[in-house]
């Protein structure tokens, strides 16, 4: 698949940006820029140290639309960030392109009928830097996630939302032939011959179908102290469906004034299709990812 896939994909609500409330009414946009940096310093430090600078760049858009019984909301995610620690090579830190539309029929009070498309993937090559930071590890659609699927939303209030799909497709795509070859991501890898000679490519698509929860929350703790989490959970009929997958993103955002602001972020993940390998290459299973990230960053909303 070619990146124009993304780009039609997600500036699909990008149009938005340019209706005005005034004079398209049932539309409400909203934009956040933000660069956010953090650095330690050592000059004859004598207990030692090195030198460290870390930044990155966040873009967030929420596009809805509201009129009777209809609404469709639109959310685009874009981060990417860097670190430098000494004298090494710049490694990410921060990478995600995701993207989730969302278009709801209200039955009853607090309760829709949805359609559901997410989309997720990252901008830059990705490496294992404890392994081999030469080899890259994913990049641009290796992998990428499309899921879609009808389902409920149930909105309480403007802090809370769950939808649930029972029945929602997805598909792993893994855009490049080197990693869809060694099974990346949960593909089935390559057929080769006694010589590790490769006879027959493997798919770069795994399509899958079960059941999706996304939940989400948001509320503001203290003045200019916000929190917002999601949490998605998968499940698939077709293999091993006791396996779920999980991705948790929690954020809380620190206002110091109207553009100066400070970014906790955590992210946890687990896959069974991800196989993690030892130092020496060896694989050793899935297992639990986090991160976690805090910085000052310029923030502007429009």
């Not at 004859?44 to 460290?52: F, P, R």
């Not at 959310?75 to 090579?89: D, F, H, Q």
């Not at 939303?153 to 029945?167: G, V, W």
């Amino acid at each position: 698949m070619k990146k124009n896939f993304l780009i039609v994909l997600i500036f699909s609500s990008c149009f938005l940006l340019q209706a005005q409330e005034d004079t398209i009414k049932h539309w409400q946009v909203k934009q956040n820029i933000s660069i956010n940096f953090a650095q330690s310093y050592f000059s004859n430090w004598s207990a030692g140290g090195e030198n460290t600078l870390a930044t990155s760049g966040k873009y967030t858009l929420t596009a809805d639309y509201i009129k009777g019984k209809h609404k469709w909301a639109n959310w685009v995610s874009l981060a990417l960030g860097y670190s430098i620690i000494g004298e090494n090579k710049a490694m990410k830190t921060d990478d995600k392109i995701e993207f989730i539309s969302t278009y709801g029929y209200k039955l009853a009070k607090s309760w829709y009928a949805t359609m559901v498309l997410t989309y997720k993937s990252q901008f830059a090559k990705g490496y294992d830097y404890k392994v081999d930071s030469t080899i890259y590890v994913s990049k641009f659609m290796a992998p990428a996630t499309i899921d879609i699927g009808p389902g409920f939303e149930y909105t309480p209030d403007e802090h809370f939302l769950m939808n649930i799909s029972p029945a929602a497709m997805r598909w792993i795509i893994v855009n490049d032939e080197r990693l869809a070859d060694a099974g990346a991501f949960g593909l089935d890898p390559a057929e080769s011959d006694t010589n590790g000679v490769v006879i027959q490519h493997a798919k770069k698509v795994k399509t899958m179908f079960g059941a999706k929860m996304l939940m989400t929350y948001k509320y503001e703790l203290f003045k200019n102290v916000n929190l917002g989490t999601k949490l998605e959970l998968y499940s698939d009929y077709l293999d091993n469906p006791q396996n779920i997958d999980v991705n948790w993103q929690v954020g809380l955002l620190l206002k110091v004034n109207s553009w100066l602001n400070v970014n906790i972020t955590s992210e946890l993940k687990y896959d069974d299709d991800v196989i993690f390998h030892d130092n020496n290459g060896m694989p050793i299973g899935p297992r639990t990812q986090f991160n976690a990230n805090m910085m000052l960053g310029i923030g502007i909303n429009f």
